[in-house]
């Protein structure tokens, strides 16, 4: 079974476009969540964390339900400048142990 | 955010030769991390560096490969003897913790892009 998997994608929304991406993790030690963007042919660059709580930042919401073992990321008004690959990482320890990644979801926001 | 910096950006090789891959990060940190992105595929971790030695690697960081700080700044790693399935984008990232969080957040360079011929 796969550790990390999101929606397979690519989403195509309209500018203004709400859109929702999914992520399961298989580990149930997973103690820290994420939402990354990467860019074509960049660095996965961080968008924001997730908590217990869910936490939104700006037009970004992200939710985490730890009895499913199921992480959301929400997307709202989307902008020509969210286009990008949104990746769902999770880590089994607070801190210094690996990154584990989802394979990404791709999103294109058409004009 | 930290800033994390490496070179070369990109690098072309020949099946068999050892190339260095190194990481600058701008400021003092506890964890160092490889990973490593085949092209369409998914970032998958290498190894993790800590107090100048290996904390964890995956079963992909093999005898080819090898890391190091050498002058307490530059952290390198090795692929000695490279094959054709190196070829991949390798990012280095650095582990920083929050003022108010235990959670550990990594930050990545920008990435080699190695191609092996």
Same mark, same amino acid.
């Given at each position: 079974?796969?550790?990390?998997?999101?929606?397979?994608?690519?989403?195509?929304?309209?500018?203004?476009?709400?859109?929702?991406?999914?992520?399961?993790?298989?580990?149930?030690?997973?103690?820290?969540?994420?939402?990354?963007?990467?860019?074509?042919?960049?660095?996965?660059?961080?968008?924001?964390?997730?908590?217990?709580?869910?936490?939104?930042?700006?037009?970004?919401?992200?939710?985490?339900?730890?009895?499913?073992?199921?992480?959301?990321?929400?997307?709202?008004?989307?902008?020509?400048?969210?286009?990008?690959?949104?990746?769902?990482?999770?880590?089994?320890?607070?801190?210094?142990?690996?990154?584990?990644?989802?394979?990404?979801?791709?999103?294109?926001?058409?004009? | 955010?930290?800033?994390?910096?490496?070179?070369?950006?990109?690098?072309?090789?020949?099946?068999?030769?050892?190339?260095?891959?190194?990481?600058?990060?701008?400021?003092?940190?506890?964890?160092?991390?490889?990973?490593?992105?085949?092209?369409?595929?998914?970032?998958?971790?290498?190894?993790? %560096?800590?107090?100048?030695?290996? #904390?964890? &690697?995956? $079963?992909?960081?093999?005898?080819? @490969?090898?890391?190091?700080?050498?002058? =307490?700044?530059? %952290?390198?790693?090795?692929?000695? #003897?490279? &094959?054709? $399935?190196?070829?991949?984008?390798? @990012?280095?990232?650095?582990?920083?913790? =929050?003022?108010?969080?235990?959670?550990?957040?990594?930050?990545?360079?920008?990435?080699?892009?190695?191609?092996?011929?």
């Amino acid at each position: 079974r796969k550790e990390v998997e999101q929606d397979p994608g690519p989403f195509n929304v309209p500018e203004g476009a709400t859109v929702a991406f999914n992520c399961t993790y298989s580990n149930s030690a997973s103690q820290s969540f994420f939402w990354y963007r990467q860019d074509c042919r960049k660095e996965p660059k961080l968008l924001m964390s997730v908590y217990s709580s869910g936490n939104e930042d700006g037009r970004f919401t992200a939710q985490l339900n730890r009895a499913s073992q199921y992480i959301s990321l929400l997307i709202r008004d989307s902008k020509l400048s969210d286009s990008a690959t949104y990746l769902c990482v999770v880590n089994a320890d607070n801190y210094g142990q690996n990154f584990v990644f989802g394979p990404g979801t791709r999103l294109s926001v058409l004009p | 955010e930290p800033e994390v910096t490496q070179t070369p950006s990109h690098q072309v090789t020949q099946m068999g030769q050892e190339v260095i891959l190194r990481c600058v990060p701008i400021s003092n940190h506890l964890y160092f991390y490889w990973y490593r992105q085949i092209l369409g595929q998914k970032v998958e971790f290498l190894v993790s %560096f800590y107090n100048n030695e290996i #904390s964890e &690697k995956s $079963e992909i960081f093999d005898d080819q @490969f090898s890391v190091e700080r050498p002058d =307490g700044s530059n %952290f390198t790693l090795k692929i000695r #003897s490279t &094959k054709l $399935e190196d070829s991949a984008m390798y @990012f280095c990232a650095v582990g920083t913790r =929050g003022v108010l969080s235990l959670q550990e957040t990594q930050y990545f360079g920008p990435g080699t892009r190695l191609l092996v011929l």
